[in-house]
């Protein structure tokens, strides 16, 4: 019995021992392997931060930004600006323009915000054109350009100024004529007096040269006022004119007809009166019996004339009881053109003397 019991007794001991070494090497196992993975990962990061400083090493540093364009516009004739924000990076701006769907490059220069391309034989600004630009920007270190905008920057450049033609009146209308300008999408007609400011009286589209203005309450036109009127070509894309004026030779209006006021004796006179006109330097004066002709009687020399006095003579007798019929036109030595004058004219009946019974 004491041998078997022995016997077990060791059994469970060595059963015991060999379990104590298995979790023994279990751990040991475990602590091999944390050890190992922590090495892969630590491995694994110095490969990662190797591969950067290679990878940073290799890139070029400052690279410039891509260009920002504000603004492009035409400033007068022949010149063309434009305006950026400035690009992170750039020390230096390449200007390009795109001629028959292909970028060319105008000019290289130093870190600015601005450009102002005046025309020349290689990169012309003509009047009525579409000009597209775009600006590149360069880092001299790092030798990198900046990206562009494909489509680029467009700007319209002013019309061309018309070139007048011909300029008359008529009654109360002036009618003024002139040449196609280039880029006018329509033509505003101005007019003004010699000391007056101008005034805007009148548009056409394109293709309309010519425009007639007639008197009317807003544009007045006075009878012997002398008028000058210009033309200017509009462009609807950029909502600009043509930047020169060509004022036209002044155009006199006709002379209006004198307003006949009153006729009376003087003494052995008649006394024929009318209101003055704007623009007359002279009057004639008619005279005529009833069923007559015309007959200038008298020139009036100056414009600050409004009467006449008609004296007794033997073509004219003034005898009692014959009637006159007085008129007056105005005379324009400028223009050299006599006015119209009231064909009715003013009647006068030479009063009869009345005799006293005796």
């Known amino acids: 019995m004491l041998p078997l019991l022995f016997a077990i007794s060791v059994f469970f001991v060595l059963r015991e021992e060999k379990m104590v070494r298995v979790q023994r090497d279990k751990r040991k196992v475990s602590s091999l392997f944390l050890t190992f993975l922590f090495g892969m990962l630590l491995l694994a990061s110095v490969v990662f931060l190797r591969t950067a400083e290679v990878s940073a090493a290799a890139m070029p540093a400052n690279i410039p930004a891509r260009v920002e364009v ?65 600006v590149r920007a360069y880092n001299s270190k790092s030798r990198v350009w900046s990206s562009y905008d494909p489509a680029g920057y467009t700007v319209y450049t002013n019309p ?63 009878s012997g006022e002398k008028y000058y009127y210009t033309v200017r070509a509009y462009n609807a894309y950029l909502n600009g004119y043509s930047w ?85 036109r105005g005379y324009d030595e400028e223009t050299g053109v006599s006015g119209p004058y009231d064909k009715n004219g003013i009647t006068y009946k030479i009063p009869v003397k009345q005799t006293v019974p005796t």
């Open 244 to 328: 020169i004026r060509y004022t036209s030779p002044g155009v006199k209006m006709p002379l209006a007809a004198p307003k006949l006021s009153g006729v009376r004796m003087i003494g052995e006179s008649v006394l024929f009166s009318w209101e003055e006109i704007k623009g007359a330097s002279n009057y004639f004066v008619y005279s005529k019996l009833p069923g007559g002709n015309w007959k200038r009687i008298a020139t009036l020399d100056g414009a600050d004339n409004s009467c006449f006095i008609h004296k007794k003579s033997s073509s004219f007798p003034m005898i009692p009881g014959d009637t006159y019929i007085y008129t007056v």
């Open 70 to 134: 504000t603004s492009i516009k035409m400033t007068s004739p022949g010149r063309i600006v434009l305006k950026w924000k400035p690009a992170e990076n750039a020390t230096h701006y390449r200007i390009y323009r795109k001629d028959n769907g292909k970028w060319t490059g105008i000019v290289t220069i130093p870190a600015t915000t601005q450009y102002v391309h005046d025309s020349g034989a290689q990169f012309p600004v003509t009047y009525g054109q579409k000009y597209i630009y775009t």
């Open 160 to 222: 061309d100024t018309p070139k007048l033609k011909d300029i008359s009146a008529n009654g109360k209308a002036v009618t003024i004529s002139w040449e196609k300008a280039v880029g006018a999408t329509n033509y505003y007609v101005y007019y003004k007096t010699e000391t007056g400011n101008w005034i805007k009286c009148g548009k056409t589209d394109p293709n309309v040269l010519t425009y007639t203005h007639k008197n009317s309450t807003k544009y007045p036109l006075e």
